[in-house]
T-cell receptor, first 114, second 111 residues
Framework: QKEVEQNSGPLSVPEGAIASLNCTYS??????FFWYRQYSGKSPELIMF??SNGDKEDGRFTAQLNKASQYVSLLIRDSQPSDSATYLC??????????????WGLGTSLAVNP | DGGITQSPKYLFRKEGQNVTLSCEQN?????MYWYRQDPGQGLRLIYY???????QKGDIAEGYSVSREKKESFPLTVTSAQKNPTAFYLC??????????FGPGTRLTVL
């Protein structure tokens, strides 16, 4: 069973701090990794994706990938109350022959306190 | 204005009734997906389609059916055989970078 694991939280940080969200995955063959944000009652929205080992920055967000250790993380700098949401990690795996699909973590709930 | 639309936003189903959820995209994406989300559980794949007139079962296809007659449209029917259909249903389409983009979702409740 190929899995993606996240700490469910809640992770609570003060406004302006760095929030660090972590995700581990079991399939060593995974090539694509995604972070989504989901507000309560809404659909997931893409924050960023990463394919290569190392860091990828987009504004206040940085994704970090370490394929050898099979983890991917998301850092949110200068956290704002509007960042309070559930963050979903998704990993692309090979499935049913030559098909690929996303495996989803259960998400980490983040609360940014003013 | 490109994107994915789902309708209705809220849907109520009586026992024994089939209902169809609509999903339309104008992003010119080939692949489309249906997921179900329940409290405390991750997104679970119901069906997916990589191309028009072709679709495959996901992890929890029992009690559901789909069609893909047009590139833009991928409707999901929840049949009476689905014993626990109350959930948040999400449709997504996938671009060339394996990135999935979601519609706003349909919340289905069984009365």
């Amino acid at each position: 069973q190929k899995e993606v694991e996240q700490n469910s939280g809640p992770l609570s940080v003060p406004e302006g701090a760095i929030a660090s969200l972590n995700c581990t995955y079991s399939d060593r063959g995974s090539q694509s990794f995604f972070w989504y944000r989901q507000y309560s009652g809404k659909s997931p929205e893409l924050i960023m994706f990463i394919y290569s080992n190392g860091d990828k920055e987009d504004g206040r967000f940085t994704a970090q990938l370490n394929k050898a250790s099979q983890y991917v993380s998301l850092l949110i700098r200068d956290s704002q109350p509007s960042d309070s949401a559930t963050y979903l990690c998704a990993v692309n795996i090979v499935w049913a022959g030559n098909n690929r699909k996303l495996i989803w973590g259960l998400g980490t709930s983040l609360a940014v306190n003013p | 204005d490109g994107g994915i639309t789902q309708s209705p936003k809220y849907l109520f189903r009586k026992e024994g009734q089939n209902v169809t959820l609509s999903c339309e995209q104008n992003l010119n994406h080939d692949a489309m997906y249906w997921y179900r989300q329940d409290p405390g559980q991750g997104l679970r794949l119901i069906y997916y389609s990589q191309i028009v007139n072709d679709f495959q079962k996901g992890d929890i296809a029992e009690g559901y059916s789909v069609s893909r007659e047009k590139k833009e449209s991928f409707p999901l029917t929840v049949t009476s055989a689905q014993k626990n259909p109350t959930a948040f249903y999400l449709c997504a389409s996938e671009g060339s970078t394996d990135t999935q983009y979601f519609g706003p979702g349909t919340r289905l409740t069984v009365l």
